[in-house]
């Protein structure tokens, strides 16, 4: 296997397009220097940034559809150093951007949020939620907080609330809590009636969804929210408050919450406590909690107990005293029990009496990880048997118990009924050297329980995989790893390692969309990038049918949305920019099918700006003031 000596890897998108040549079949006049180029998600309209504009291209016929100019005070910072990034946040699923400061329809230019009107001063996060056919998107106004609703549909906004008053240092510091791969990010919830439960600082808010209008605003500090299987009820952790709870500054690998001993019980929809005493105690700060049997394990300090939501005096366990034992690390729910991890040892308890069922624990040959606050995943069902994924972790069951394993991405086909997870064990990787890192592969038919492993070679930690003809396509940002499988057993094809020329690095936009967008079927979800919020499947399933049907007064606005509808069912190639055997910088393509380079783009720069746009099947690359346009 031949090793690339120069590379930096463009973003792989969800779907590609064949067809190639060398030349550009358009080349366009930006005003300013070119900065970035964004491919709006739910359009495909490629979004030029310069020092001093943002430029939004028809990807039909190449011509602008808008320009407006950039705020002066952000090109500025970015000239000293500053990312610009923050400037442009694409508002997935929807025609929306949140650009220079305003939310505007990309596909028309029309502006729904004015950011000089509201006094806009950055962008916070956003929602959707398809029971009420609304965008939410939270924006950090002069000394406010503020909620927008907006329509995608009609592309109106319907109403806005201010949340709470903030300074411009607090905002500073809340955005800085919020962004990257942190847990510590409480999204919203639907209540049984339609209202919206919002995380607001140190207060949760129920919004009326139809207007806009605060029904109840608790002074609560939550670190995480729960609720029952009906949507009616509110279990709250109260976050830890002095330098434990300063202790959940997110870190670059995400930190576990940290709470303290207090529960809370709520009424959803009155925001009233349904424990006279107002909240309940536990014996230890609590560590983790996760849901069981319709009710709830609350983990502290000196141990753990289950409960149920049941209105009362305060929480009473299941069990008249907490199993006690003090460093639990994680529960898994086994066929014969709850199995209790300590840090290394192991002990399976009966979750009728929590009792022992075992004479003496299981001595582990490592410490296990420790139980992160995510949220599992709804269940995919297949027959009697399912799989989710909770935290770092992936949850099979197919009648034999369920079985847990560590995993960095995972595919699930349902035509084949195989579940494809992969994993790299991190601990090996400071003696690796040269050559690839070694990975894991599992292949499991969740129809029949058939699991065959294997294991592979690919440098770096795996950020996606794609089912292609013959196998399976595993990638990160410096290459790929192609493997045959026949149903039964594995067989590896080839792999790529492209270093970079720059030492930049271009993250996968396509997997972090997929990361985003799978928030859909997620209840309760936890992570910051789960932007869907919906307790109704079916409700999703009509917004995404209306979103497919979505037509503009602008002929061509209108077909720019259908033809990128269309577009994202291919997924046959990926593309990566490195230098070639005669040491000129290219882009290569690479058909995942087969892992062979079957096209070079010629680039200009070893730092160059580009995005490919798989479904209109077209490259984009900017130089200076020119923007070249490149088939694929």
Do not use: C
């Amino acid at each position: 296997m031949k090793i690339r000596t120069f590379f930096s890897l463009l973003l792989l998108g969800a779907s590609f397009f064949a067809s190639a040549q060398v030349e550009p079949i358009a080349q366009l006049t930006v005003q300013g220097g070119g900065k970035a180029i964004f491919i709006h998600d739910f359009t495909g309209v490629p979004i030029v940034q310069t020092n001093e504009t943002y430029t939004a291209i028809n990807p039909i016929n190449h011509t602008a559809l808008w320009s407006v100019d950039r705020n002066k005070t952000t090109a500025a910072l970015e000239s000293v150093g500053s990312s610009g990034t923050d400037d442009y946040v694409d508002i997935f699923s929807t025609p929306f951007a949140f650009l220079n400061g305003s939310i505007l329809n990309v596909l028309t230019g029309q502006v729904l949020v004015d950011g000089v009107k509201d006094e806009i001063k950055s962008f916070s996060t956003f929602y959707i939620i398809p029971e009420a056919e609304l965008i939410l998107v939270e924006l950090y106004a002069k000394g406010k907080v503020r909620l927008y609703g907006l329509d995608p549909f009609t592309s109106e906004m319907k109403w806005d609330v201010d949340l709470r008053e903030m300074s411009g240092l607090g905002q500073a510091v809340a955005s800085a809590e919020t962004s990257g791969p942190a847990p510590y990010v409480i999204p919203p919830l639907l209540t049984a009636n339609g209202d919206l439960l919002y995380h607001n600082d140190k207060y949760l808010a129920s919004v009326d969804l139809s207007s806009g209008q605060l029904k109840w605003n608790n002074k609560l500090n939550p670190g995480y929210i729960f609720q029952n299987e009906d949507a009616t009820k509110l279990l709250i952790a109260e976050k830890r408050g002095g330098l434990g709870g300063a202790m959940t500054m997110p870190t670059a690998g995400g930190a576990p919450n940290k709470f303290s001993k207090t529960l809370y019980l709520l009424d959803a929809n009155t925001g009233e406590s349904l424990w006279s005493k107002g909240d309940s105690k536990m014996d230890g700060n609590i560590q983790f909690i996760m849901p069981y049997d319709n009710g709830y394990i609350v983990v502290h300090d000196a141990g753990f107990n289950i409960f149920d939501y049941t209105p009362g005096k305060s929480a009473e366990g299941r069990w008249k005293k907490d199993y006690s034992e003090k460093g639990v690390k994680d529960i898994v729910v086994e066929e014969e029990g709850l199995m209790v991890y300590f840090k290394n040892r192991r002990m399976l308890i009966d979750p009728a009496t929590g009792d022992d069922l075992w004479k003496k624990t299981e001595k582990l040959e490592k410490e296990p990880a420790a139980y992160l606050m995510a949220w599992r995943s709804r269940q995919t069902q297949v027959g009697d048997n399912y799989f989710y994924t909770q935290g770092g972790k992936i949850y099979v069951n197919v009648g034999r118990g369920t079985a847990s394993y560590s995993y960095d991405a995972y595919d699930y086909n349902a035509d084949t009924k195989l579940l494809v997870f992969t994993n790299f064990n991190d601990e090996d990787a400071a003696a690796i050297k040269v050559g690839p890192w070694r990975h894991s592969a599992r292949a499991i038919n969740m129809e029949t329980g058939d699991s065959e492993g294997t294991t592979y070679g690919i440098r770096k930690e795996v950020q996606s995989v794609d089912k292609v003809e013959n196998g399976y396509f595993f990638y990160n940002d410096r290459g790929f790893a192609l493997l045959n499988f026949d149903g039964a057993d594995w067989s590896e094809v080839t792999w790529e390692y492209y270093p970079d020329p720059s030492r930049g690095e271009r993250f996968l936009k396509g997997a972090v969309m997929s990361v985003a967008l799978a928030g859909a079927s997620v209840k309760n979800g936890l992570a910051g990038s789960s932007s869907v919020i919906t307790n109704d499947d079916a409700a999703l399933g009509r917004y995404e049918a209306r979103q497919s049907a979505l037509e503009s007064g602008n002929d061509a606005a209108s077909e720019m949305v259908k033809r990128r509808r269309v577009g994202r069912v291919e997924n046959d190639f990926g593309y990566f920019f490195a230098g070639n055997d005669d040491n000129q910088l290219v882009l290569f393509k690479v058909d995942k099918n087969t892992g062979e380079e079957v096209k070079e783009y010629p680039f200009d720069d070893n730092q160059p700006v580009y995005e490919i746009d798989s479904a209109y099947g077209q490259l984009y690359y900017l130089v200076d003031d020119q923007l070249k346009i490149f088939a694929l």
